[in-house]
């Protein structure tokens, strides 16, 4: 890991950048996570093939730059994960993941336990913003996260990576290593699926915490703008131009646009529901 500065907090809202379009989301996040009044640190841990253009933005946000490899795993591992392989074997069916989306970049995230000179992390998505204060995660214990819930009560059981809550330890991420990349480890969510294996009794989250944006469509009966804390747009992301659940989404997609463009914003619980035109 080669950060570009020091610590400036024990405490830190920790991201994940591979490419251009996730320091596109990684902007909008922090421009979110600012304006939240939190005082920790806002890491961006990035991979070597993201430019420097990219990243100036966030530079320029007060982030504190990270730059780490990917995890050093096995040649099978790489192919078995590899995005044509990863996409056959265990394919998306409730959307669409983008083309710049690749699996095994994911992996990348299991690196905020090498942040030893944080006591607690609260690791989110970058294509996720936070409409409200946070910091209280940092008391959560580890491992806690949100349930994957986007389609019905039956997803309670499984949780979603995009936002969690850690403790870094150079100890636990050699456990991960070891268990990663096992002969013939097939993680079928990739880092999502290793996680919810590796903490099995994950203590959960509200799903507020991490409402994920298909609950618009799919159940806006537990959509409550006075509750969400954080908003993750997964599968398809707010910056894609005309994608397919775009006209579904385009109120969430224009309040991304606030934040990632530093526009005001709206009084959050004022906002009108799902089907309710203002």
């Known amino acids: 890991m080669r950060p570009a500065t020091p610590a400036g907090s024990d405490r830190a809202f920790v991201t994940l950048v591979t490419n251009a379009d996730y ?9 979110s996570l600012r304006r939240t009044g939190t005082t920790a640190d806002i890491v961006i841990l990035h991979t070597g093939g993201v430019e420097p253009g990219a990243l100036a933005p966030l ?14 795993l096995s040649e099978a591992f790489s192919e078995r994960h590899a995005r044509r392989n990863l996409h056959g074997a265990a394919p998306f069916t409730k959307g669409r993941k983008p083309d710049f989306h690749t699996p095994l970049d994911n992996f990348c995230k299991l690196r905020l336990w ?7 992390c609260v690791f989110i998505d970058a294509d996720a913003i936070v409409l409200r204060n946070v910091d209280k995660l940092f008391d959560y214990p580890e491992f806690s996260a949100a349930p994957n819930v986007y389609e019905s ?33 097939f993680w079928r969510r990739t880092d999502q699926t290793f996680l919810e294996t590796f903490f099995p009794d994950w203590h959960g989250l509200p799903v507020f915490m991490n409402m994920l944006q298909y609950v618009w469509f799919n159940m806006p009966d537990l959509w409550d703008w006075n509750s969400i804390a954080i ?34 914003i709206p009084d959050i619980s004022s906002l009108p ?6």
């Open 23 to 31: 320091a596109m989301g990684a902007t909008a996040l922090a421009h």
């Open 59 to 72: 530079t320029a946000h007060g982030c504190r730059l990270v730059e780490v490899d990917h995890l050093p």
């Open 114 to 120: 090498q942040l030893e000179e944080y006591r607690a």
């Open 153 to 185: 009560l039956a997803d309670f059981h499984r949780l979603n990576s995009g936002v969690f809550v850690a403790r870094p330890a150079l100890a636990t991420f050699e456990r991960m290593l070891e268990g990663l990349d096992e002969p013939d480890a």
């Open 231 to 264: 908003l993750h747009y997964q599968y398809e992301k707010p910056w894609e131009e005309n994608h397919p659940k775009a006209d579904q989404l385009r109120p969430l997609i224009d309040l991304w646009h606030r934040f990632h463009e530093g526009r005001d």
């Open 273 to 278: 529901g799902p089907g309710i035109q203002k």
